[in-house]
């Protein structure tokens, strides 16, 4: 992979993106450095200092460019973007991933940088990072986090030493209390970010990329959702109106964790919308977007007449006779089902469930995502693992795919965590 890291002025690159730089190193990428202005007066010493901080990053004076537009007057004109095309085809080079400013900041040169290399792309993936002394993190969008981990930020405090020229403007603000407050949104330590765009005709985010980021749940959902918005379907029992003689808070439960889990992390606008699966609007939002279906057959309508008819679906929930026969989770490929069992009282002791993310066959490059249970426990831990992909290290790991993934688990309501039986890839 080459990537390629564009900044505004010398440092910025390194301020925002010197953790996942060195990541991106670490991992094989082939890295370059393109810093687009030069201090009226500074020039020999402002890029003597860039060199140097980046050759701490593992990026060598090679590979470290000046584009010698002016400070303080970056524009994305003509004579910009042409210099910026010059430089590429020069180097020859062709970029998979371009690192570059985020538009929300407050600092002309920092939006028009980024107007610019968005100018010199064609289908390009990009990834924006924000300066601390300069963000509006109110508009900040990150989908991509990095931890600055001890030896990360060792070599991002020491490339940040090297520009002597710019000490007091650096300490102007507490960069350490600004990343602690992005790695909050992913519920890490402290942590750089970066919003994802992708230009028309720019492939699927590459799987490197996503491999790049430390956030289980950005990195779950980034593969689904982007930057769109995702609608969940909860439960329109079978029979409406009619007593429920079995508990529904499980799932409820789930729900609300889900919910507050986008609410929290996915900045700075939740993307999840809500219906009930006997909505009039079922088949318009399926033909437009990603969904999420929570429940089995017996609680939600979609899931019965829709997901288990899915060609590619192996496991569902299915039932018999609602109320006189417990659903159950059941392999269509085999034959084989799972029954809950229960104890005296109607308690369950033991439970099946489904997590699958499936290809909407009514939306192209959407998903279909289903947390089923044979009764809301494993629905509930379904939407658990959903609100938190990082709690559970053995099912997140089927998911690091493009592929189509359906996972079946069983749960017991006293053991600390569920139990993976059978993954399926599409």
């Known amino acids: 992979m080459q990537v390629l890291a564009i900044g505004a002025h010398p440092d910025d690159i390194e301020i925002g993106a010197a953790a996942f730089i060195s990541k991106a190193i670490n991992s094989g990428a082939e890295t370059y450095f393109l810093v687009l202005s030069d201090e009226s007066g500074r020039r020999t010493a402002r890029r003597a200092e860039a060199t140097r901080a980046a050759r701490i990053l593992g990026v060598p004076q090679r590979r470290v460019l000046f584009a010698g537009l002016h400070d303080g007057s970056l524009r994305a004109d003509q004579k910009s973007v042409s210099r910026i095309r010059e430089i590429i085809a020069e180097e020859g080079l062709k970029p998979d991933l371009i690192v570059t400013h985020s538009a929300a900041d407050s600092h002309n040169d920092h939006i028009e940088a980024s107007r610019i290399a968005h100018a010199a792309f064609r289908r390009c993936v990009f990834l924006h990072f924000s300066i601390y002394l300069s963000s509006e993190r109110e508009r900040f969008a990150p989908r991509i ?12 405090i020491e490339a940040l030493g090297v520009y002597e020229s710019q000490r007091s403007r650096l300490e102007r603000r507490d960069l350490a209390e600004y990343e602690a407050r992005l790695g909050m949104m992913a519920r890490m330590g402290r942590a750089e970010a970066f919003e994802v765009s992708r230009q028309d005709g720019a492939a699927d985010l590459p799987d490197q990329i996503l491999e790049l980021s430390e956030s289980p749940f950005h990195r ?7 930057n769109k918005e995702i609608t969940l379907f909860y439960e329109a029992y079978t029979a409406p109106g009619a007593p429920i003689d079995w508990p529904t808070s499980h799932a409820g439960d789930g729900r609300d964790q889900l919910r507050q889990a986008f609410r929290d992390q996915w900045l700075p606008n939740s993307p999840l919308r809500e219906t009930g699966s006997a909505s009039s609007s079922v088949r318009q939002i399926l033909e437009s977007q990603s969904v999420i279906l929570v429940g089995g057959a017996v609680s939600n309508l979609i899931v019965r007449d ?11 929930v299915d039932y018999e006779m609602p109320r006189l026969e417990p659903a159950y989770l059941y392999n269509r490929k085999s034959g084989i089902r799972h029954y809950p069992t229960y104890d005296g009282r109607g308690n369950v002791l033991q439970d099946y469930g489904v997590i699958s993310r499936m290809v909407n066959p009514y939306a192209a490059g959407e998903h279909v995502i289903c947390a089923a249970g044979a009764t809301g426990l494993g629905t509930r831990v379904a939407l658990e693992f959903l609100a938190d992909p990082g709690s559970s290290p053995e099912f997140l790991k089927n998911f690091d795919t493009r592929r189509s993934v359906q996972l079946m688990f069983s749960v017991d309501p006293d053991s600390p965590r569920p139990e993976v039986l059978d993954v399926c890839h599409g």
Request: glycine share 4%.
């Open 220 to 226: 779950f959902w980034s593969q689904i959702i982007e």
């Open 145 to 156: 986090f990095v931890g600055v981990s001890d030896d990360r930020l060792a070599k991002k």
């Open 306 to 316: 829709l997901y288990n008819r899915f060609r590619d679906t192996v496991w569902a």
